[in-house]
């Protein structure tokens, strides 16, 4: 379980002397410093560390950290809103304990995700964590619901060396890509590593001490693996994990591409977690698995609703379906992430539900007879790893909640893939093409009250700022240069 409790000044209760004791405890376990995550607005995965004698003091009153960093783009320039992105303050970064890792694939490290707090004590209105904690404990206190969620990780793997663009401030161009690129590399000297057929026995050979290694640092960190494979993308992997509580779901997305880009360095690997790491193709997404439970009991399975909904279970997704325009400039951030949201890609690109749907943008699972109580859950198709996990999980949340307080229904089901659709059909449906671009997904969040008011004004201001920053960055490039500009951002 995820401590609900925000940090304070000083240490939350009894936290200090835990810290102490496992300081000592690291300290005896070889560790020498502790890195202090927490992800940006951007999607952007940032840190501090300190030395593992500072884990104590760090618990107590926190590490310095400028608030500029909410609004920094994938290139490191600095957007501004009202009250982010101006180089003056300082916000104290809180390690949750609970989540302290001794990291498997970086010998001497340790890691735990932050909150954050002001100089004055107060939880800082654009810390995304924060965010999603507060939302989960509203959900229990208003709803008596409880979430579990899992985030899917896929990531393409190329030589440690491998070229494309490092450069930022929106150029991005990574000298001379190829935009006629096929599976074996392009003028940028990007160069999938395993060549073999997706999901084929031949790239998991290619690739097989690099998996193993990966399996066991995941093991060895307590990251409980539901599975690995090659996916469909040329030297497409994904790695899935079993569901937990929001937070704790979002803390381990960020472990697992801390760890699986570790494994990747030991090996003379890179990996992108990039939408798109070229201008067409199938991309990389990271769909969310969310379930809502009352009383222990998962509403997604039992029902009367179809698929065996609860009414809860129902209204819920049918929140999320309203939302998912909107939610896209969460979920799908980045300018690279309208290279993967292209139809007939498994990316979900339609206001569309359906069972076991992969093109529909809501997947109804019902799961397999026997485990529908653990499994059953709806499953958000156009989300990728550019999205802050936290912001992701809490506006999709809000999204549900949102239709679980106005008892929305689901529309008719799609089955097959919505591209198909005849105009009429689709209309019938409320079958919509999500957006085609990032500032689409921006108007539409700008137009939906429910998800602006569930992250408050700064962290609103943060999304759109960031969002324009991104698509002002890429203004002119083709696909080609815009994944190239984002292969190794993420
Ligand atoms: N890579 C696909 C995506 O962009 C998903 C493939 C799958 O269904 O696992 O989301
Ligand atoms: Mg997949």
């Given at each position: 379980m995820t401590t609900l409790a925000d940090p304070v000044p000083g240490g939350r209760p009894g936290e200090v002397e835990r810290a102490v004791a496992l300081a000592a405890e690291l300290a005896g376990r070889g560790v020498h410093g502790i890195v202090l995550a927490y992800?940006?607005?951007?999607?952007?995965?940032?840190?501090?560390?300190?030395?593992?004698?500072?884990?104590?003091?760090?618990?107590?009153?926190?590490?310095?950290?400028?608030?500029?960093f909410d609004t920094f783009l994938a290139n490191d320039a600095i957007a501004t809103t009202d009250t982010l992105g101006s180089p003056d303050g300082d916000l104290r970064l809180y390690p949750d304990l609970d989540r302290l890792t001794v990291l498997a694939a970086q010998p001497g490290w340790a890691w735990a995700p932050v909150d954050r707090i002001t100089q004055d004590g107060d939880p800082h209105p654009g810390?995304?964590?924060?965010?999603?904690?507060?939302?989960?404990?509203?959900?229990?206190?208003?709803?008596?619901?409880?979430?579990?969620?899992?985030?899917?990780?896929?990531?393409?793997?190329?030589?440690?060396?491998?070229?494309?663009?490092?450069g930022g401030g929106g150029g991005g161009g990574g000298g001379g890509v190829d935009r006629v690129s096929g599976r074996d590399g392009d003028a940028s000297g990007f160069r999938p590593v395993a060549t073999g057929p997706a999901y084929s026995a031949d790239r998991q050979i290619e690739l097989s001490d690099f998996a193993a290694e990966l399996l066991a640092a995941c093991a060895a960190q307590g990251l409980d693996v539901d599975q690995f494979h090659p996916e469909y993308a040329a030297g497409q992997f994904e790695l899935s994990v079993a569901p937990l509580d929001p937070v704790a779901a979002a803390d381990r997305s960020v472990l697992v591409r801390q760890t699986v880009r570790a494994v990747a360095r030991?090996?003379?690997?890179?990996?992108?977690?990039?939408?798109?790491?070229?201008?067409?193709g199938v991309g990389n997404g990271g769909h969310l698995h969310l379930s809502a439970w009352r009383d222990g009991a998962n509403l997604h399975t039992g029902g009367a609703r179809r698929h065996g909904m609860t009414a809860t279970a129902e209204s819920f997704t049918?929140?999320?379906?309203?939302?998912?325009?909107?939610?896209?400039?969460?979920?799908?951030?980045?300018?690279?992430?309208?290279?993967?949201?292209?139809?007939?890609?498994?990316?979900?690109?339609?206001?569309?539900?359906?069972?076991?749907?992969?093109?529909?943008?809501?997947?109804?699972?019902?799961?397999?007879?026997g485990q529908r109580g653990q499994a059953a859950n709806v499953e958000v198709k156009p989300v990728d790893l550019a999205a802050n996990p936290y912001l992701a999980l809490g506006c999709a949340l809000a999204a549900?909640?949102?239709g679980i307080g106005s008892g929305a229904a689901l529309p008719?089901?799609?089955?097959?893939?919505?591209?198909?659709?005849?105009p009429a059909e689709a209309k019938?449906?409320?079958?919509?093409?999500?957006?085609?671009?990032?500032?689409?997904?921006?108007?539409?969040?700008?137009?939906?009250?429910?998800?602006?008011?569930?992250?408050?004004?700064?962290?609103?201001?943060?999304?759109?700022?960031?969002?324009?920053?991104?698509?002002?960055?890429?203004?002119g490039l083709d696909d080609e240069r815009v994944a190239a500009a984002y292969r190794w951002k993420y």
């Open positions: 992800v940006d607005t951007a999607g952007v995965g940032r840190v501090k560390t300190v030395p593992v004698g500072k884990l104590a003091a760090t618990v107590a009153w926190g590490a310095g950290m400028s608030p500029v810390c995304a964590r924060t965010f999603l904690r507060h939302l989960v404990t509203r959900a229990g206190e208003d709803h008596r619901l409880e979430f579990r969620a899992g985030i899917e990780v896929e990531w393409v793997v190329a030589r440690a060396d491998a070229g494309g663009s490092e030991r090996h003379g690997l890179r990996v992108s977690f990039a939408p798109a790491v070229r201008g067409t049918a929140g999320l379906l309203t939302h998912l325009p909107a939610l896209t400039a969460v979920t799908a951030p980045s300018p690279a992430s309208y290279l993967r949201l292209r139809p007939s890609q498994w990316a979900g690109v339609f206001t569309a539900w359906g069972l076991e749907t992969r093109e529909a943008g809501l997947r109804v699972i019902r799961g397999t007879a549900g909640l949102d008719l089901e799609t089955t097959g893939d919505p591209a198909a659709l005849d019938a449906r409320g079958v919509r093409r999500l957006p085609v671009s990032l500032p689409e997904a921006v108007t539409a969040f700008r137009a939906d009250p429910i998800l602006r008011d569930a992250l408050g004004p700064v962290l609103t201001d943060a999304v759109i700022a960031v969002r324009e920053g991104e698509s002002a960055a890429v203004e």
